[in-house]
């Protein structure tokens, strides 16, 4: 779900940084020193998720780890994906500089969509929401970006259809990962998922 830079409009990108700041500026007041070191292993692990690349016809899909970096973090998602991304970005140019305050909104928005949803999940139902959490952040990230595609220049509009239809199928294989390690957690270490 990265944008690449050169596709977005000024107007748009300027305020995906605006809106991005918002987002950091919560979640680095909201983030405990004492949780930076889960902060940062969650940071990491969005970081590898992503360079792991499937092709799916012109494009290609990658994990994004949304919805379980909403569940353990919170707003703290915020700037462990705004320095993944950032990372991404100056190693290996996905992404990009200009791109990273849409990029984060996109996926920061997501995560805190996903950690909703399985919050509105009764804990009886963990696996149930740890599902839904991980679909509807795929799902949600997605719609930002199409959003940010279609606001920047209509004509692509197809291109935002086809990043929904290529991220569905993910959006499932992220509700299923996220199944995994929050039945996992919750045996584990029970706090990460309360």
């Given amino acids: 779900m990265h944008i690449s830079e050169g596709v977005l409009?000024?107007?748009?990108l300027a305020a995906g940084w605006a809106l991005a700041a918002g987002g950091?500026?919560?979640?680095?007041?909201?983030?405990?020193?004492?949780?930076?070191?889960?902060?940062a292993l969650v940071s990491a692990a969005l970081f590898l998720a992503s360079?792991?690349?499937?092709?799916?016809?012109?494009?290609?899909?990658?994990?994004?780890?949304?919805?379980?970096?909403?569940?353990?973090?919170?707003?703290?998602?915020?700037?462990?994906?705004?320095i993944a991304l950032f990372l991404q970005g100056l190693l290996f140019q996905f992404g990009g500089l200009l791109s990273l305050g849409v990029n984060t909104l996109s996926m920061?928005?997501?995560?805190?969509?996903?950690?909703?949803?399985?919050?509105l999940v009764p804990s009886r139902?963990?696996?149930?929401?740890?599902f839904l959490g991980g679909f509807i952040a795929v799902i949600a990230g997605t719609l930002v970006v199409a959003a940010a595609?279609?606001?920047?220049?209509?004509?692509?509009?197809?291109?935002?259809?086809?990043?929904?239809a290529a991220n569905v199928p993910l959006a499932a294989v992220e509700g299923v990962i996220?199944?995994?390690?929050?039945?996992?957690?919750?045996?584990?270490?029970?706090?990460y998922v309360s």
Avoid at 125 to 130: C, P, Q, R, S
């Fill in 108 to 119: 920061g928005s997501a995560a805190l969509a996903g950690a909703f949803v399985f919050h």
């Fill in 9 to 12: 409009s000024p107007p748009v």
């Fill in 149 to 164: 595609l279609f606001l920047s220049d209509t004509g692509l509009k197809t291109a935002a259809a086809l990043l929904f």
């Fill in 24 to 39: 950091l500026a919560v979640g680095l007041k909201k983030t405990p020193v004492a949780k930076l070191p889960e902060t």
């Fill in 51 to 82: 360079l792991v690349h499937v092709p799916l016809g012109p494009s290609s899909i990658h994990l994004t780890l949304l919805g379980l970096a909403g569940v353990l973090l919170g707003w703290s998602a915020f700037p462990a994906l705004f």
């Fill in 178 to 191: 996220s199944v995994f390690v929050v039945v996992f957690l919750s045996k584990a270490l029970p706090a």
């Fill in 125 to 130: 139902w963990k696996a149930a929401g740890a």
